[in-house]
């Protein structure tokens, strides 16, 4: 399979370049230049197959050229082994027609490891006898920076920088970034947003200097493979409540537009997807845009839901690229105009085209609270803020009676205790894997949000080796 930028200029690559690379040369995403599609029996034929064996099936014509099935087989089997539940990513029933998809059983309690988990045995099989090092350059709400940290951690050939903003994670999720303690891994807190972490890390990509320095390498979900990996679970899910029989929908709480944007990449390989629900907190950017076409970044208001606490959506430009018919010339117009004024408004015509799978909801901090509850009380689930966040957009949702809704449980309840308990009335104890996290030692830079200064950070540690 090739690889193409959104943005039309960069060169096309296979999938082991597009996966090193990350972010494309001209500032776009890569995708995939064609969509491959599984027919009805295909779909059924998936029935029955454990989750490895589903990934292998999905996955294979994305890896086309560069893995063997059984290449990626051994991979899928050495990322997925790590996860608790021996379904991986199980579906748990809430009422007649409600349904969680629980995606948080890997090593760092959230969905950031479906993908995270397999992108590490990606890099090392990639670098593995080559003498090439990379350098990791992340930014993180808080569940991608130890997803991707306990991904890489001790790894040869690799070291990551994550970016998270100062005091905006919880507790728990800063503590399993910073209490990592290899050598490869350097933490840094940043005076700012996740937005402006993001807007550091893309525009370190398109520095030449920091690029004539270090072979910069992306574990956010600008990186397709994470996408690619995450399509898997919707298929997954999609077989065992009916498909290709039966349409499902998907309510996804977002942030950055990945998780979601898997679940219509899914939807153009065939699963017969009923609606994708964007469901976000108050920082609604994509509510607003899918609803007025108003795609302008408002200020980040920190909420009980601090990992889509976002106001730049990556991903949205995937979106848009396949919207205005895979123009790369015009994403790239319309990527400079929200780049000079933080605002760019969506032609109707493209918005006609994502209303017909898509529909949002943005959901305050009160309905948060009461969808989680609701979990608790008719489904008997204690369910994280994000995952709640998902559920009252699914329970919004105006759709046929015999569609099945599932609503994507991002993260495990116990890395958000707080918001759990103020929601609730029951604090979720750590579980077991997670240790002493509470006891062991930090590390962590804290730097000013300005670019030189993270630059010339990252620059003089990588210089260290
Ligand atoms: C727990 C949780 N839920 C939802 C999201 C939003 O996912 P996405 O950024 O892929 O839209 C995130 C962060 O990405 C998250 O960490
Ligand atoms: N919510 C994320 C933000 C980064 O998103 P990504 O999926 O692009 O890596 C986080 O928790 O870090």
Redesign the pocket.
């Known amino acids: 399979m090739d690889y193409i930028s959104t943005r039309g200029s960069a060169p096309t690559l296979d999938f082991r370049a597009a996966t090193l690379a990350g972010l494309a040369s001209d500032g776009g995403l890569y995708v995939p230049a064609a969509w491959p599609r599984l027919g009805t029996d295909d779909i059924r034929a998936l029935a029955g197959l454990d989750y490895v064996e589903t990934a292998v099936r999905i996955m294979a014509p994305f890896v086309a050229g560069v893995l063997s099935e059984d290449e990626l087989r051994a991979l899928c089997r050495a990322a997925y082994g790590r996860f608790s539940h021996d379904a991986v990513t199980p579906l748990v029933q809430l009422d007649h027609r409600h349904w969680l998809l629980e995606l948080?059983h890997g090593p760092t309690l959230?969905?950031?490891d479906v993908a995270l988990q397999l992108l590490g045995q990606l890099f090392e099989t990639f670098l593995a006898g080559g003498d090439r090092d990379i350098t990791i350059v992340g930014a993180t709400?808080?569940?991608?920076g130890s997803a991707a940290i306990e991904a890489v951690a001790g790894r040869e050939h690799i070291r990551i920088f994550m970016l998270h903003p100062e005091g905006r994670v919880s507790d728990v999720q800063r503590r399993q970034m910073t209490t990592v303690l290899a050598p490869n891994v350097h933490n840094i807190a940043i005076d700012g947003s996740f937005d402006d972490a993001q807007a550091m890390v893309k525009r370190l990509f398109g520095d030449e200097e920091a690029r004539n320095r270090v072979t910069l390498s992306a574990v956010n979900?600008i990186n397709w493979a994470r996408l690619m990996a995450?399509i898997v679970y919707y298929f997954y899910a999609g077989v065992r409540l009916g498909a290709p029989d039966r349409e499902i929908a998907f309510s996804?709480?977002?942030?950055?537009?990945?998780?979601?944007?898997?679940g219509y990449v899914a939807a153009q390989m065939g699963l017969p997807v009923a609606k994708l629900v964007v469901a976000t907190n108050v920082n609604d950017i994509l509510h607003r845009a899918l609803t007025r076409g108003d795609y302008s970044a408002g200020h980040v208001t920190p909420t009980a839901?601090p990992?889509?606490d976002?106001q730049v959506?990556s991903?949205f430009e995937r979106l848009l690229f396949d919207l205005s018919g895979r123009d790369g010339g015009a994403i790239r117009r319309m990527m400079a105009e929200f780049d000079a004024s933080r605002a760019m408004s969506i032609p109707e015509d493209m918005l006609a085209g994502a209303r017909r799978l898509f529909s949002s909801a943005r959901i305050d901090g009160d309905e948060m609270a009461l969808a989680l509850r609701w979990a608790q009380e008719r489904g008997g689930q204690l369910i994280?803020p994000?995952?709640a966040?998902?559920l009252a957009a699914a329970r919004a949702l105006e759709i046929d009676a015999d569609v099945p809704v599932v609503t994507?449980a991002?993260?495990h309840p116990a890395?958000f205790p707080d918001a759990v308990e103020r929601a609730s009335g029951v604090r979720p104890p750590l579980p077991a894997r997670l240790g002493n996290l509470f006891d062991r030692e930090e590390r962590y830079e804290k730097l000013p949000g300005d670019y030189d200064a993270v630059k010339a950070y990252i620059l003089a540690e990588a210089a260290r080796g």
């Open positions: 948080f959230a969905f950031k709400s808080g569940d991608t979900s995450q996804v709480p977002t942030g950055n537009f990945g998780d979601v944007f898997a839901t990992s889509m976002i959506s991903n994280d994000h995952s966040v998902g994507l991002t993260a890395k």
